[in-house]
């Protein structure tokens, strides 16, 4: 996929990897950022597209790979309506379909709101593609006015449920519940009424456009305005991302509310050692057992060695401690570090190949993370 950047003469095979990269992880940092009006629309396109393939993996490889109870990465079991263990070679025609089902009606649906904007078509449809898969590429610095913020914060809101909510509202698929994403929307309407008490001077539809494109991990300033006291919530909301079958990256809910269910109904046995106990989150007949506490629990310190690693790497370049710190955080989540989070946008393309080469593999350990492929080798060489 990055040949096309490469044959077209737009930058070197390293730049255009990095490009490919950060598109298919839903980076969306991108070396072109100074000089986007010199790429011709079909690039531009098709470097969109890269979020879209990128996304339509990652969705199957959480489905098929990570959800797989002999791995339970991404505990689906607490979501499925099924008990039966997902088999690869068995299923993934099905999922498959049902993710391109998925991705092709919210799509549809993307473009049909957003052409109630004033974005000309080229625009829309470029956006639709970024909307889709919670990336950070655009076409151009959209500056959205109030309507237009409200509809693209509702699409990324939506983009970050579980995609298969629509298919069990079309009644084409109704394997998974959907009480995870209702803890979503309660968790989103949590952050706007912080927004609203921390940033007085923000309308109501730039508060939700910008806490829509943190939580949905895509990063995207579409106000174009650096407001510094909002910057930790929206940092924060990157930090919990969206539900477990969408392709946003984040920590999720789903594992923020295992490690304090099971905090608290440890606590709990102390304190009344004779009581019964059902330890189950979003109304599930599965328990959390205490190895998916301790799978939970190893992620997140997984998260924080990748963060102070992408910190070291960062330190190699002439950025400011806060914009490093932000930076490393933010890929750490696959979010864009736009001028949303700092006064000053950071240009990848000014790095040195060493460094771009480290933040490549620190983009695609942070999307699969590194638990998975240590998951992988355990599953398929120890028994």
Request: charged share 10%.
């Amino acid at each position: 996929m990055s040949l096309p950047f490469w044959l077209g003469g737009y930058s070197s095979f390293l730049n255009s990897y990095f490009e490919t990269v950060s598109g298919f992880t839903s980076f969306g940092a991108s070396i072109f950022s100074n000089k986007i009006n010199i790429l011709d629309p079909p690039i531009l396109l098709w470097r969109s597209s890269t979020q879209v393939v990128g996304s339509i993996f990652f969705v199957m490889s959480i489905i098929l790979v990570f959800g797989n109870r002999a791995i339970n990465i991404y505990p689906l079991k607490f979501i499925t309506k099924k008990k039966d263990t997902v088999y690869f070679s068995i299923n993934f025609e099905n999922v498959f379909n049902n993710t391109v089902y998925a991705y092709v009606i919210i799509f549809l649906i993307s473009i049909f709101f957003l052409n109630l904007t004033d974005l000309r078509m080229f625009d829309k449809f470029n956006l639709s593609l970024t909307i889709i898969s919670t990336g950070g590429f655009q076409s151009s610095n959209l500056i959205l006015g109030g309507f237009d913020q409200i509809i693209v914060s509702i699409l990324l809101i939506f983009s970050s449920l579980n995609i298969f909510l629509i298919l069990g509202i079309l009644r084409i698929n109704n394997t998974y519940t959907h009480e995870e994403d209702k803890y979503f929307l309660i968790s989103l309407t949590f952050f706007i009424l912080i927004l609203f008490i921390f940033s007085s001077d923000l309308s109501f539809s730039e508060i939700l456009v910008q806490l829509s494109s943190a939580i949905s991990n895509s990063g995207i300033n579409f106000t174009n305005n650096y407001n510094p006291n909002i910057t930790f919530i929206l940092v924060t909301a990157s930090f919990f991302g969206g539900c477990l079958i969408s392709s946003t990256s984040g920590f999720k809910i789903t594992r923020v509310l295992i490690i304090f269910n099971k905090i608290y109904f440890e606590l709990l046995r102390l304190l009344t050692p004779s009581a019964v106990i059902n330890s189950t989150i979003f109304k599930s007949g599965e328990k959390i057992e205490f190895k998916d506490f301790y799978s939970t629990s190893l992620l997140l310190l997984l998260y924080i060695l990748l963060f102070v690693s992408l910190s070291f790497v960062l330190t190699l370049e002439n950025i400011s401690f806060e914009n490093s710190f932000l930076t490393s955080i933010l890929l750490t989540f696959n979010t864009l570090p736009s001028t949303k989070y700092m006064s000053d946008g950071v240009n990848f393309n000014s790095f040195s190949d060493l460094s771009k080469i480290l933040t490549i593999l620190m983009l695609i350990l942070s999307k699969v993370t590194p638990i998975s492929l240590l998951a992988l080798i355990k599953y398929r060489y120890i028994k």
